[in-house]
Each structure stands twice: as C-alpha cells, then as structure tokens.
C-alpha cells in the first residue's frame, strides 16, 4: 500500500535555511575573532624559534639565568608574602568580630585601585635618605649622614616583594573571604568538640577547605607579578620582563625579545598548569541544604586590638601609605596639574582605553554568542583557549602584535608608494592601533567570562521565541539578550577599561614616538625622581582604579545577600 508523501512547507524549509546560514556566519566570526586573539601569542613562539639573529648561546650564558633567578625568587616570595596576607586577614574579618571588623572586610580590597609601580614610588619617596622616615630618624637620634646608622637597602629585590605583595593581596583575600564564608558552621562545632583551638580550627578545617581557592587567589598574583614591568625596572631587579625592553630597545634584537618573551611565556604556563594540577585530584562539596553561616566569635581587648592591628598593616602599605604619599606631592605642586602634556595624556588614555573596552567587548559578545549557536567542535575548544592572553604578560604580547604589525606596515607602505608614488608612512604602527589591539587580546577573558556567564543567564526559551516569530539570530540578540544582558555589558565595558589604563608594559613598547598615557606619564616622571608632576596621573589612574573596586565589591555584596 503506497503512502503519501507529506508536503514539504517551502517556507519553513527555506527559514531552516537561513537559520544554518546564520550559524555558520557566526560561527565563521568566532574562529576569526579567536584567531586574531591566539595571533599574538603564535607569533611570539614562530619569531622565537626562526630568528633574524640567534641569541641564545649568548642568553645562556649571560643573562638569562639571572633573569630567571629574580623571577622565579620575586615570583614565589610575592606568591607567598600575598597568600599569607590576604588569607589570614580573609580568616580574620570572617570568623571573627572586633573593631571595625566590618568596615575592613571592604577597606582591605582597596589596593587594588593602586596600581604596583605607584606603590613603589611612594614607598621609596617615604624611606628613601630624603624621606620623612630616615630624616627624623636623623633628627631624633642626633645622626649627621648614613655612616652614623643602618638602615635596609629600599631598592632591592625584597622590598619589591614587599610592594607587589601590599599591591596584589587582595586577589588572594577575595577568593579566601569568599571560600570561608560559604563554610558550613557544623564542620568547626565538630572540631570545637574534638578539643580544636583557635589556630586549629584554622589549620585543620578552615584552610584545608579553602586551599583551592587559596591557591587560585596565589596564581593571580604570581601571574601579575611576572606581568610587572614599573616596579622591577624602578627597584632595579632584572628579570624576564625587564629582559625584553633590554634586548628590543637597548641592543635592536626583536628576535632576541622574542626569545625572552617565549621563555616568559613558559612560565606562565607552567604556573597555570601547576594551579590546575594542585586541584586536580581534590573534591570539596556542600551538603544538599543550605549551609549554616559561621558565627563570629567576638574579640574584646588585647585580642581585638591585635586583629585590628594585623588586618590594618596590608591596608596601610597597599592603600593608605601610596595614596598619602602621592597626594602630598599632588597638593604641594598645584602647577602639575595644568602641567604640558597631562592633557594629552589624559585624552589618549580615554581614547585608547575606551576604545578598547568597545571592540573588546563586541568582539566577545559576537565569539561567545556565535559559539551557542554553532554545533562544531572547534569554535567550542577555541573559546577557553583565548583567556590565555590575559595570562600572557603585556610585554608578551607586545612583542607578538608589533613585530607582525610593522612588516605588514612596511609592505602596504611599499605598495602604496609604488602605485602611487607617495610614501604614506607607517599607517598602523605609527598609530594607537597597536595598543588598543594589545589591550584587546590581553583583556578578552575578562570580557569573555562576564558575557559567557550572562548569556547562560538568559533562558532558552526567549530567544527560541523570537526566531519562532522570524527574527534573525542577530535580531535575537539585540532584542533578546542585550536588553537582558545590559548590566553585564557595562561591567565588562569597566573592567576592561581600568585595566586599560593602568596597563604599562604593552603600552611603553607600543606607543608612537612622543605618545602619552597616564601610566606612561606616571613611570617616566616617578624614574626621573619628580614625583610632583607624576603625582596628578598617580591619582587619576587611582580615580579610576576605585571605579572597579567599588564595582567588585557592590557585586560581591549582592552575591551575600542573595
């Protein structure tokens, strides 16, 4: 018995269509966006290993072991400085309650608006021979010159530990503050009971349980302190970072940098690798139910006071002691602040920064977006692979955008002149071009991780009704997701853009000649010793830095009350 075929509808047949076409183009725009991401990075490791001139016996033999001594001792030693700092006073304003308990829980995440190198400017103002410290040390004790006392050597390896670690604590401090309040007060009534005191409620429960947050809080860290350029080159440890400006600026050698670069590269994978590894086998879960919160246990007294003491140092070195410092050198030179220049700064800083947010974000909309929509492996496998730029140190990819970016200059520069006769000059390098794609790559997984999150936050079934009624899946993401996403988007817009502005390394190798931002302005004023037309940029960029401070800590406090 024959049955009837069932009409196929042409409509639908035809919607089906374009609804595959669609995905493929966005699909198509998310390999494209990822490859311009891994770009960079890719052409560091090419350049290192075919270079114009090999260096590395040279390397070897001279430099690169001290380079990779200083590096792995400042990176450890702010590692661990910071995960002790920002751990203990974690466990401080969580289990317990004194003095101003409360108000510290949210001043000690206020480093963090000060970038590291303005740190180290106003540490060695305020302890250097001329500095307030050593001159009424002078004055009490009666002493004529430095021969009559001693005192620590202020611009060495280890004050820059001290500086980085006030400066990058708070990564840590987040995410223990974070992990020790989402612990079950059960788990500590037990070990009470058990005869546990207070060090080892803190030792046996408390810090077991947090380690992998702990221990993502330290990669943070130690990734940022391997990023540093301002504060190393200002104490005058030389390290990987410090090696790429050397061999590029000093010696002329991009493939030598390009060498260093890879070799810092490495590092950071290996650092990254060795937090994923330390993770791996562990397993923490909650119970099915809500846990109960922890009680804090009241401090009264010489207990209190010592808490408060404890928890008030890394507030002090990493927020108070830079910004009194700066606005004391801002406040004596008033003429710094219509000082030439500053102007400029400011604008480029707003242009190159702003900029960047902009495309970073619409670029990160349109990967995370074209990755829902396809079915195919690669697109999927791409995505995490592009947080790796903001893993990557900006003098990393400094190296991998500029070297690629000024032959192709050269070659269209060429081209131009040959067709037309008229040399343009350099079109994309003799521009901010090259900074605002460095900031881009290097700040991609910001944006991408804020609008990833958002866009699993919106329920399928809005926009699979709207593509029901013939929208287009682009006109599902603009009526559909982007008004539901808005708050989101702005967040990504903001971070991406403080970090922008106190960017330094990327910024110093990719500028044109004569080109300003804030952070340029403030490391070459600081490095020659006039903090007072630095100071102005200082508190501008530290303006900006509260800007997301503020932000994160709204964010966090609604997480609480949620």
């Known amino acids: 018995m024959m049955r009837a075929r069932p009409k196929t509808n042409p409509g639908l047949l035809a919607s089906s269509r374009g609804r595959s076409a669609g995905s493929g183009v966005w699909s198509l725009a998310a390999l494209l966006i990822a490859g311009l991401v891994l770009l960079p990075i890719l052409s560091v490791v090419a350049i290192a290993f075919r270079p114009s001139e090999n260096i590395w016996p040279h390397l070897i033999s001279t430099t690169l072991p001290r380079y990779l001594g200083n590096t792995a001792i400042l990176t450890l030693g702010t590692g661990m400085l910071a995960a002790a700092v920002g751990t203990g006073a974690a466990w401080l304003v969580t289990m317990y309650r004194f003095p101003m308990s409360r108000l510290l829980e949210w001043l000690l995440l206020l480093p963090l608006a000060i970038p590291a190198y303005v740190g180290a400017y106003a540490l060695v103002d305020f302890l250097e021979y001329s500095g307030p410290v050593q001159t009424a040390l002078r004055e009490a004790m009666g002493w004529a010159s430095a021969r009559d006392y001693w005192f620590p050597a202020i611009r060495s390896r280890s004050m820059a530990v001290v500086v980085l670690s006030a400066a990058l604590y708070p990564y840590v401090y987040m995410m223990a503050r974070a992990a020790f309040r989402e612990q079950s007060a059960g788990s500590y009534e037990v070990a009470r009971a058990l005869g546990a005191g207070p060090f080892g409620l803190f030792l046996r429960v408390g810090l077991p349980l947090a380690r992998p947050a702990i221990a993502a809080g330290a990669a943070i860290v130690m990734m940022e302190t391997v990023n540093d ?103 004596a ?77 050269h070659r269209v520069a060429d081209l131009v002149l040959a067709v037309t006769g008229n040399d343009p000059g350099l079109l994309i390098t003799g521009t901010a071009a090259a900074i605002v794609l460095a900031y881009g790559v290097r700040f991609f997984a910001i944006a991408q991780g804020a609008l990833d999150t958002a866009f699993g936050r919106v329920s ?25 996403m808005k708050g989101s988007v702005g967040t990504a817009l903001l971070l991406v853009f403080v970090d922008g502005v106190k960017e330094l390394p990327a910024t110093l190798l990719l500028r044109p000649f004569n080109y300003e931002t804030l952070a340029t302005r403030v490391h070459e004023k600081a490095s020659l010793e006039n903090l007072g037309d630095a100071a102005p940029p ?24 949620r």
């Open 229 to 331: 350029f301002g504060v190393v080159d200002f104490f005058g440890v030389q390290t990987l970072t410090t090696g790429i400006f050397s061999v590029w600026l000093e010696s002329r050698n991009a493939g030598g940098a390009a060498q260093i670069a890879c070799v810092l590269l490495t590092v950071i994978l290996v650092l990254v690798g060795l937090e994923k590894t330390s993770r791996r086998h562990s397993r923490y879960y909650h119970s099915a139910r809500q846990p109960r919160p922890v009680a804090r246990v009241p401090l009264t007294g010489g207990a209190g006071a010592i808490a408060l003491g404890l928890c008030l140092v890394p507030f002090v070195m990493g927020f108070v002691l830079p910004l009194a410092v700066i606005g004391t050198h801002a406040i």
């Open 333 to 409: 030179n008033p003429e710094a602040w219509v000082s030439k220049g500053l102007g400029a700064a400011f604008f480029n800083t707003l242009t190159v920064a702003g900029s960047a947010a902009a495309l970073t974000v619409v670029a990160a909309v349109v990967m995370v977006y074209g990755v829902r929509l396809t079915g195919r492996r690669l697109p999927r496998l791409l995505l995490p692979a592009t947080t790796i730029g903001y893993a990557a140190p900006g003098a990393v990819l400094a190296v991998g955008i500029l070297i690629p970016m000024a032959a192709l200059d």
């Open 460 to 484: 399928p079934s809005l926009p699979m009704a709207a593509r029901s009624l013939g929208r287009s899946a682009g006109g599902a993401l603009r009526e559909v997701y982007l008004p539901l």
């Open 538 to 561: 200082a508190l501008l960029v530290i303006a900006v830095g509260l800007m997301a401070v503020g932000l994160m800590a709204r964010a966090q406090l609604r997480s609480g009350r």
